[in-house]
């Protein structure tokens, strides 16, 4: 009923920058968090940013002042934009929204494919 989407992975240089963007469709009634976590190879998956429904936003350490998150709800879309690419943001990302499919529903937890990020030197 309810399917995340991502886009703009893709291969990147060192220092260069990317956006990803997620897109919830379906009968959603509203969204909570809206989040995004990666894995790399070898490694458990992570927490990369997460924001709130008034816009407050928190970062993981490895990322905190090259990455931003951002959320449009009139789109039901979360953006993850990813400056200063650096070998260790080499995974794949995976965006994450609470949803509710209508008022006395509860919050459930919905993920998106997934889309890989390669930063070569």
């Known amino acids: 009923q309810v399917q995340l989407v991502e886009s703009g992975g893709g291969l990147a240089q060192s220092g260069a920058s990317l956006e990803l963007s997620c897109t919830a469709s379906?009968?959603?009634?509203?969204?909570?968090?809206m989040a995004w976590y990666r894995q790399g190879p070898g490694k458990e998956r992570e927490l990369v940013a997460i924001?709130?429904?008034?816009?407050?936003?928190n970062y993981g350490k490895s990322v905190q002042g090259r990455f931003t998150i951002s959320r449009n709800d009139a789109k039901n879309t979360v953006y993850l934009q990813m400056n200063s690419l650096v070998l260790e943001d080499t995974a794949t990302y995976y965006c994450?929204?609470?949803?509710?499919?209508?008022?006395?529903?509860?919050?459930?937890?919905?993920w998106g494919q997934g889309t890989q990020v390669t930063v070569s030197s």
């Open positions: 994450n929204m609470k949803i509710k499919l209508d008022l006395l529903a509860p919050e459930q937890d919905y």
């Open positions: 379906g009968n959603v009634f509203s969204i909570n968090a």
């Open positions: 924001i709130g429904r008034g816009g407050a936003a």
